[in-house]
């Protein structure tokens, strides 16, 4: 359990960080909160020749509004997302998601852009990034590029990003009208990773029937999805029981299950049902 050896830089900002992993991009990585990573290569599992530390550079961890959406840095810790009195109030969904993430210490180092660049199957970050359309903003030598979380989780531990890319800023819609957001999770009784987790946002008419409604589920496959099923069931539907239950046996059309000794796929499409359905209801009983 002792990783390979490796070079250790310390950026002071954004731009140096894109320049010292642009010099060998396919042997650096970025370190960030190192909850995943470093566990990754104590099992040998990464092996990166250098390590860009971007946890210090302060201009990357922030929660701010602009306009209609809400910006977050990619180093913004689980914790400052799950205290944030502007997101409880704004964008609740996100405090929710951060507040099931693992234990306190592990809400305290790991970072919102280190989870979703993980990817990891079981991570609760891509199930709320895919109800709440983010939008992920990646920069690298050649420039930007602004990825949606649609596009962003290409399959098991492999996202969009490029070698040589970090991702800097998560960019969200700030909800409007009347609407309800909701975090369903069974946690690994070991690890509190999602066994299955399920975010849902709920957008409402006047009468309380359903406008749209976007669903991210996580734990289920090899990576995080939106069950489309469930949404174009809910939209426009009144909302109730047997709707709500007719959505929810549909979140894993389709899916290609993850099965382990902790929990077959036949189970874990049990739960996601059970937990879009709960899910569901509890955004529609939020909604203001
Ligand atoms: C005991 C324990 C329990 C946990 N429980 C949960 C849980 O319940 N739910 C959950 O979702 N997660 C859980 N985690 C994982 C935790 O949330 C991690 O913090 C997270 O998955 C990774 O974030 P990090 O900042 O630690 O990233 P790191 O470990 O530093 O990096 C992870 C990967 O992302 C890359 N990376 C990091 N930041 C960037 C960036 N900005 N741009 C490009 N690439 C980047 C790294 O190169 C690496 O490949 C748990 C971890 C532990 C140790």
């Excluded at 990357?60 to 913004?76: C, K, V």
């Excluded at 069974?186 to 749209?212: I, Q, T, W, Y």
Aim: charged share 20%; glycine share 10%; hydrophobic share 45%.
């Amino acid at each position: 359990m002792i990783a390979a050896q490796f070079d250790y830089k310390v950026p002071n900002s954004l731009e140096e960080a894109v320049s010292l992993i642009a010099a060998d991009p396919d042997g650096s990585k970025i370190l960030a909160g190192g909850h995943s990573l470093i566990p990754a290569m104590k099992l040998r599992l990464a092996q990166p020749q250098v390590l860009v530390d971007i946890a210090r550079i302060k201009s990357l961890a922030y929660i701010r509004e602009q306009g209609d959406e809400i910006l977050i840095g990619a180093t913004t810790t689980h914790y400052q997302l799950e205290s944030s009195a502007l997101l409880r109030q704004i964008c609740p969904l996100l405090p929710l998601c951060a507040a099931s993430i693992g234990d306190v210490q592990v809400r305290n180092k790991g970072t919102i852009g280190g989870s979703l660049a993980h990817s990891d199957p079981a991570g609760d970050w891509p199930a709320a990034a895919l109800a709440l359309k983010a939008e992920l903003v990646l920069i690298g030598q050649g420039g930007e590029r602004v990825v949606k979380a649609d596009d962003f989780f290409v399959d098991f531990l492999t996202t969009d990003l490029q070698p040589g890319e970090i991702l800097r800023e998560i960019r969200i819609k700030k909800p409007t009208g009347k609407f309800g957001h909701a975090y369903e999770k069974v946690p690994h009784p070991a690890s509190g990773f999602a066994v299955v987790g399920v975010a849902v946002n709920l957008s409402l008419k006047a009468d309380g029937s359903c406008e749209s409604a976007s669903i991210g589920v996580t734990g289920v496959g090899v990576k995080a999805y939106r069950p489309n099923g469930a949404e174009s069931a809910l939209s426009g539907s009144s909302l109730n029981d047997a709707a709500v239950i007719e959505a929810a046996s549909h979140a894993c059309d389709g899916v290609d299950l993850n099965n382990d000794l902790f929990a077959s796929g036949e189970y874990r499409c049990h739960l996601a049902k059970v937990h879009t359905r709960r899910a569901i209801a509890k955004a529609k009983a939020s909604a203001k």
